[in-house]
């Protein structure tokens, strides 16, 4: 590949039994709270305006020991400019769900189809976790790559990258290479990229998964930015409820093996959002703690099943 180098420019009794009732538990405080409530089942209400439908899909892998199960019936609609965040066990299948949207797996049965409104974009981009950028490539070459696949003018890939760099905190370092870069800032990298190349979907795996907690929220900061300007439907999978709540309008919990959707929540809290901000009101907390305790059964049982196939 040509390591083309670019100029860049420069969130009574009744009483009494109720407080007996709170000194015996701590926590009813928090249950307490005005939160919506967690749906008991997956909702079947769809968007009026869905950008991905995905209805009765399921995924099977031919394994030594036989079919192994990754997804069963998974039916759920994603509204156009929303923000959509999956969380779920680790091997509940939540990665092989964004492959299928991605078009990088094929569903063994349903459907999973991304509504094309505009030709001229590609129709999604994937951040992964981990570092997902050429390290034989500077940071400015690393985000124009996707804009020079397709064909764009150079003054364009000027405009765009120019653009995106300097909305990251990256364009006084736009002609280092990888190894220099911190790993918050190669996250940054490949934020910066997918969103140049401008898709209409934008899939996000784990992004950041391997970063300190400091990196972390400052990088959820600086894509919320983002996306509060350029409103793209993202689905993004996370282990974090933390970040599932912060960043989502909607919240996908998904069950332990085989995954299913066990339950869906939209999430109350108005934007643009300030991620310490949000964190500190009592109703944050209150939703992240109903929301791990409906995750917390999925959690033990994929132990669980993890501990059978050792023994």
Request: glycine content about 6%; overall charge neutral.
């Amino acid at each position: 590949m040509d390591n083309i180098k670019e100029e860049p420019d420069l969130e009574e009794p009744a009483q009494q039994a109720s407080r007996r009732a709170h000194r015996s538990d701590p926590t009813e405080n928090l249950k307490a709270m005005a939160v919506p409530e967690l749906a008991l089942a997956p909702s079947t209400t769809a968007p009026a305006t869905a950008k991905i439908e995905i209805a009765g899909l399921s995924k099977v892998f031919a394994t030594r020991t036989g079919p192994f199960t990754a997804l069963d019936t998974i039916s759920l609609d994603i509204a156009g400019g929303s923000f959509c965040t999956i969380v779920g066990p680790s091997g509940c299948g939540k990665t092989t769900l964004l492959r299928i949207l991605a078009g990088l797996e094929n569903p063994s049965a349903g459907r999973a189809t991304i509504a094309a409104d505009n030709p001229s974009k590609p129709l999604n981009a994937m951040v992964f976790q981990g570092d997902s950028i050429f390290p034989w490539m500077t940071v400015w070459n690393n985000a124009a790559y996707g804009l020079r696949m397709r064909g764009a003018p150079k003054a364009q890939i000027r405009d765009v990258v120019g653009h995106y760099l300097d909305r990251t905190g990256l364009l006084p370092f736009a002609d280092r290479y990888p190894h220099q870069l911190s790993g918050g800032m190669k996250q940054r990298v490949s934020i910066a990229r997918a969103f140049a190349t401008d898709p209409e979907v934008l899939l996000m795996d784990e992004p950041f998964s391997a970063l300190d907690e400091q990196n972390r929220t400052l990088l959820q900061e600086e894509l919320l930015k983002i996306w509060d300007v350029d409103k793209k439907t993202v689905v993004c999978i996370t282990h974090s409820v933390d970040e599932a709540v912060t960043m989502g309008d909607r919240i996908v919990v998904m069950t332990a093996h085989p995954g299913r959707i066990k339950s869906i929540v939209e999430v109350p809290f108005p934007r643009p959002r300030e991620v310490l901000a949000l964190r500190r009101e009592p109703a944050y907390g209150a939703l992240v703690y109903r929301i791990w305790g409906d995750l917390r059964d999925e959690v033990d049982r994929a132990r669980r099943q993890e501990a059978a196939i050792e023994a």
